[in-house]
Structure formats: C-alpha cells, structure tokens
C-alpha cells in the first residue's frame, strides 16, 4: 500500500530564517506531488505541484520554492521566513493528472514569529 | 472555471441525529466532486468521490452524497451522528477531463454534542 510522511511534525521558527519541510511517498512510482498550505480558518491554497522530477509549477508567487530531488520526494523551502507563512502545510499525491483523487500526508504545523 | 461553496462555515449536532453539510459547485465542465474529511492536526482523508457514475455516492464511516445536477449541489449526510464525526469537511470540485487542479471549498466544521 501507498504511504505518504511528512517531517517535521511541528516547527517554530524565526522570522528571517531558512525553512525545509520534506515530503516522501512509498508504495508508488512516479507520483504527482503537492504542497498546499492551510491558513488559520481557511480553505487549502495549492502552492506547488510536480508531475516529475526537476518539474516544479507554482501556483502562487510567494517566497517560497519547491523542488523535487528524486522521484518520491517533494521539498519545500524558504531563504527567508516571514510572519505570513506561519501554516499548515500538507503535501499530496496522485496516481494521474492533478484533477485525480490525492492523498494528504499528516502535515506540518509551522510558527514563524 | 470552477468554483465551490460550502454554505456553512460551522453545523452542530446532537450525537444520533442526522448530519447535513451543505456543498454547491459551478463547473464548466462535466466535475468531479470530493468530500474529504480533517481532523484536528492532521491530513486530510478522502471520504468519497462523485466521477459520473452513480449520482448517490456512499463513502466510508457511513457518509454519503448525491450529486443533483440541477441543483448544482453535492450535500454530505449521515443518518446518526458519531463523537468520532467531529471534524473539518471539505467538498472539492475539479473536471472529468481537462487540467484543472482540485478546487476546496473553505470547510464545514462539524461538532458533535452528547
């Protein structure tokens, strides 16, 4: 069966400072991937999907950036944390297009103060 | 494009009542449509999913949703209501066919009272 982790768990940081959130996928092969970001009392924004690897699209401008090493893996990061990035963030899967059923991992709570 | 309203921001119920979260959609195209759940913390779980077959979708933990294309709606419901149903709903719409990424409404949260 598919598995999907996300790391850390929970995350406080400074503004100013760098940030690196990692998302791995098990059980599957080559995946489309997903970082989404949850705001306090919002709905999901999708910030970046990838259908491959080295294949990045950004759905929002933003200090963010996403890469995609190897298959599996789906990381998200930042040179310079601001205090409207504080969130959940939640990485996906799909088997097919982006317009087919995901899978979410277990998300990570980040506080940037 | 498409777009997705969820027409309750919070629903209470007593535990053993029925649920209702209300969802309707605006699509240009034939959709499909999503209910998945969210507990506190934690990632979302897919509950069901509507892709043209069935207009009556049943999902796990007993949900279930028909899609009305006349009424452009997906409505979520439940026949009794659990403690373990407390959570953030959320309906999802995207095309059939085409690129179009997963749209989320902004949630439902259900609380479930003894």
């Known amino acids: 069966s598919q598995t999907i982790h996300q790391w850390p768990a929970t995350l406080v940081q400074p503004v100013g400072s760098p940030l690196s959130l990692e998302c791995t996928v098990e059980?599957?092969?080559?995946?489309?991937l997903y970082w989404y970001r949850q705001a306090a009392g919002r709905g999901l924004q999708l910030l970046f999907y990838s259908v491959g690897i080295g294949q990045i699209s950004s759905e929002v401008p933003q200090n963010l950036s996403a890469s995609r090493p190897q298959d599996r893996q789906f990381i998200l990061s930042s040179k310079k944390l601001l205090l409207s990035d504080s969130g959940f963030y939640l990485c996906?899967?799909?088997?097919?297009?982006?317009?087919?059923?995901?899978?979410f991992g277990p998300g990570t709570r980040l506080t940037v103060l | 494009a498409q777009s997705v309203t969820q027409l309750d921001s919070h629903v209470s119920v007593s535990e053993g009542t029925p649920v209702l979260l209300r969802c309707n959609y605006s699509?240009?195209?034939?959709?499909?449509l999503f209910w998945y759940v969210q507990h506190p913390n934690k990632g979302l779980q897919l509950l069901l999913k509507y892709t043209s077959a069935a207009t009556l979708v049943k999902g796990i933990n007993g949900f279930e949703a028909e899609f009305k294309k006349s009424e452009t709606s997906f409505h979520l419901t439940k026949p009794s209501a659990h403690m373990s149903d407390a959570a953030e709903y959320f309906c999802v719409v995207t095309t059939i066919s085409g690129n179009t990424p997963l749209v989320f409404g902004k949630g439902t949260r259900l609380s479930v009272i003894a």
């Open positions: 699509s240009s195209y034939s959709p499909s």
């Open positions: 996906a899967w799909s088997v097919l297009a982006r317009t087919d059923t995901q899978y």
């Open positions: 059980g599957t092969s080559n995946p489309n």
